[in-house]
């Protein structure tokens, strides 16, 4: 069974940072491209950041700059390091696992909050 379990959401004030975590379990971690994607109330889900089996990263224009995407293939973990965090970035952050050739995730985790007070 697939797993996908996020951590390290929570409230912080605009200008600091969060680093949250993704740890998977039951799939093949190095195989699948690793993507963090975010719903704000009311919006749709959205890319925020991906990595591939081969690190390569991709970002949303909105984080360029501010959020660094990494996975460590030992620990089948992936994180995002965000840093001056805007109330904007408020929303619920989902990691998601996605086999090839897929551009929607396989696998979803079930959603860790960020909120960013003004």
């Known amino acids: 069974q697939v797993q996908l379990v996020e951590s390290g959401g929570g409230l912080v004030q605009t200008g600091g940072s969060l680093r949250l975590s993704c740890a998977a379990s039951?799939?093949?971690?190095?195989?699948?491209?690793m993507g963090w994607y975010r719903q704000a109330p009311g919006k749709e889900r959205e890319l925020v950041a991906a990595?591939?089996?081969?690190?390569?990263?991709n970002y949303a224009d909105s984080v360029k700059g501010r959020f660094t995407i990494a996975r460590d293939n030992a620990k089948n973990t992936v994180y995002l390091q965000m840093n001056s965090l805007k109330p904007e970035d408020t929303a619920v952050y989902y990691c998601?696992?996605?086999?090839?050739?897929?551009?929607?995730?396989?696998?979803w985790g079930q959603g860790t909050q960020v909120t960013v007070s003004s």
């Open positions: 998601g696992a996605s086999g090839p050739m897929r551009s929607i995730p396989n696998y």
């Open positions: 990595i591939t089996s081969g690190g390569s990263t």
């Open positions: 039951g799939l093949t971690f190095g195989a699948y491209r």
